[in-house]
């Protein structure tokens, strides 16, 4: 799903009371928001999705895979996702329909 089908989805579940272009500002404001709480450190809890939150990693020594020698990797902030309970078990069944 890339951003305008998110936009075009938004917009279908508002109704006719909204643009596509209005939708697509409320999207991108959403997502800025999320983007600067996270870079500020900030965790975001949304209720039923998940949580956006930024984990520190530890330096560590890692070995680079064509000359095997020692790299040192530094210690680093990075962005993580945790999803829901809720959303975990849609993703779940969704794998038991299908099969697999």
Same mark, same amino acid.
């Given at each position: ?27 991108? +404001? ?10 500020? +450190? ?5 209720? +039923? ?18 000359? +095997? ?32």
């Amino acid at each position: 799903m890339t951003k305008a089908d998110l936009v075009q989805q938004v917009a279908d579940a508002i109704g006719p009371g909204i643009t596509r272009k209005d939708c697509a500002l409320v999207v991108d +404001g959403f997502l800025n928001a999320i983007k600067q709480a996270v870079a500020s +450190g900030e965790n975001i809890e949304i209720r +039923g999705f998940g949580t956006f939150k930024v984990r520190r990693r530890k330096a560590r020594m890692a070995r680079n895979p064509r000359t +095997g020698d020692p790299v040192r990797v530094p210690a680093r902030a990075v962005p993580v996702f945790k999803p829901s309970r809720l959303l975990r078990s849609q993703v779940v069944r969704l794998d038991d329909d299908s099969g697999g």
